[in-house]
Each structure stands twice: as structure tokens, then as C-alpha cells.
Nanobody, 123 residues
């Protein structure tokens, strides 16, 4: 069973940066798609950034230019570097994996999810 464990969340001021990490077990990042998603209080979960097996990346419009998704295959770890954080970025952030197929924005296509890490940005 693939397991994903996020870390790196915290409370920061607007304009600051955070780097989230997602350590994967029993998954070598060699197929499918990886992604970061977030869910703010009272809102639906949404995709933030996706990465395919060839390193192709996709970003939601609300974060494009401020976040970077990357992976370290040797460490089986996915990252999300977030810069110029805004209060509206406050949410629980989850990483997820789809073991086969291409990247899509549909949450239903991702079979494995971490437990989430909280990001709080104050103004």
C-alpha cells in the first residue's frame, strides 16, 4: 500500500515562503502523476500543482509564478516550494499520487493521499 506523508506546513506572514515535503513509500515516482492539492475551511479541495513522470508540470492559475513543484526520486520525496504567500493560500495541503495514466485536474483520478499539512498565512 502506497503511503504519503506530508510535512513542512506552518504559520507564516504574508510574503514569506514555505517548502512542503511529501515522503512516499512503496512508490518510486516512475509512473503516473503526483500532485499537491489544498482545501481551505468551508471550501472544496482543489488542485494546486501536478507533475508527470517526465517532469512536466502544471499549476493552478491562482498560484502560478509563486509555487514550484519538484521531486527527488532518490529520496522518493515530492516538494512544493511556495513563495510570496498570501492569506488566501491558507489551507490544509495534501499530496496525492496516481500510479498510472496522465496528469489530470480531477481529484477522483488520484488514488493515494497523505494526511495533510496545515499552512496558515496571516496578513
Amino acid at each position: 500500500q502506497v503511503q504519503l506523508v506530508e510535512s513542512g506546513g506552518g504559520s507564516v506572514q504574508a510574503g514569506e515562503s514555505l517548502r512542503l515535503s511529501c515522503a512516499a513509500s512503496l512508490y518510486t515516482f516512475s509512473s503516473g502523476c503526483l500532485g499537491w492539492f489544498r482545501q481551505a475551511l468551508g471550501k472544496e479541495r482543489e488542485a494546486v500543482a501536478l507533475m508527470g513522470i517526465r517532469g512536466n508540470t502544471y499549476y493552478a492559475g491562482s498560484v502560478k509564478g509563486r509555487v514550484t513543484i519538484s521531486k527527488d526520486r532518490a529520496k522518493n520525496t515530492l516538494y512544493l516550494q511556495m513563495d510570496s504567500l498570501k492569506p488566501e493560500d491558507t489551507a490544509m495541503y495534501y499530496c496525492a499520487a496516481r500510479l498510472s495514466g496522465v496528469c489530470t485536474w480531477s481529484l477522483a483520478d488520484f488514488s493515494f493521499w497523505g494526511q495533510g499539512t496545515q499552512v496558515t498565512v496571516s496578513s
